[in-house]
């Protein structure tokens, strides 16, 4: 498979579509595509029956395609997108209604904007979930073009690289998994004319908790031939849901 120029994707319009057009004569479907000692790639596409302009407005509007199961809040209504550089694709945190609490509002930065190219590629950097409390970043590139039987293709590609405290080939299905998800989640609201790829709903929760509480990703462990109990069920779990 020819490897995708994102880069040409912001070069304009018709360069954009030849890059595409490139990457995607060769089949495509979701998966881990590169991994090595600190990081790793996801790719994904899909086809829709909008057209570019439909799949951008959809796109920048992240509270109406978002599985809530990954969002803080428990509720991708709390999602917003601002589609400028520098722009914010974060999350509300509402305030607890219990009478009993003084809380405040709070909020979460899913990624930053770093190029919006308007029904041809959105481009933001960030470290989503679990990826949130380690030193690894990712960048994730959304390519739209039009499909050659009309509608639009969209491809989706994220990069992530950096110190993190997971096993890379475990983290990189689990993450892959979950843009699938939400790839899966857009592509059916504007009308999915290719196969779906089936969900990869993987758990993973760190398992050790900070002193106040909240999960925090687990600390470094010593080498040893066997492999850790997390490390094994979220194996299962990748391959139970692949054979599902």
Request: net charge negative.
């Amino acid at each position: 498979m020819p490897k995708f120029a994102t880069t040409c994707v912001f070069k304009g319009a018709s360069a954009a579509c030849a890059a595409i057009g490139l990457a995607l004569s060769q089949p495509v479907s979701a998966e881990v595509i590169k991994t090595d000692s600190d990081g790793f790639v996801t790719r994904d596409m899909a086809v829709v029956e909008a057209s570019p302009k439909e799949t951008w407005l959809a796109l920048i509007s992240p509270a109406r395609w978002w599985n809530s199961a990954h969002t803080w809040s428990g509720d991708a209504d709390n999602l917003r997108l601002t589609p400028q550089a520098g722009g914010c694709f974060c999350e509300k945190i509402p305030e607890d209604p219990d009478p009993d609490k003084i809380t405040l509002e709070g909020s979460v930065e899913h990624m930053r904007v770093i190029h919006a190219f308007p029904e041809n590629a959105l481009r933001m950097r960030g470290s989503l979930g679990p990826l949130q409390s380690e030193a690894a970043t990712g960048v994730l590139t959304v390519a739209l073009s039009e499909s050659p039987d009309g509608g639009t293709r969209i491809v989706w590609e994220y990069v992530v690289g950096g110190y993190m405290r997971y096993e890379v080939g475990i983290i990189s299905k689990a993450v892959d998994g979950v843009m699938t998800q939400q790839l899966n989640g857009l592509a059916a609201m504007l009308g999915r004319v290719d196969s779906p790829v089936p969900d990869e709903v993987v758990d993973v929760t760190p398992d050790v908790e900070s002193e106040d509480g909240a999960a925090a990703a687990p600390a470094d462990e010593p080498l040893t031939d066997e492999k850790s109990d997390r490390e094994k069920s979220l194996e299962e779990a990748v391959e139970a849901l692949k054979e599902g």
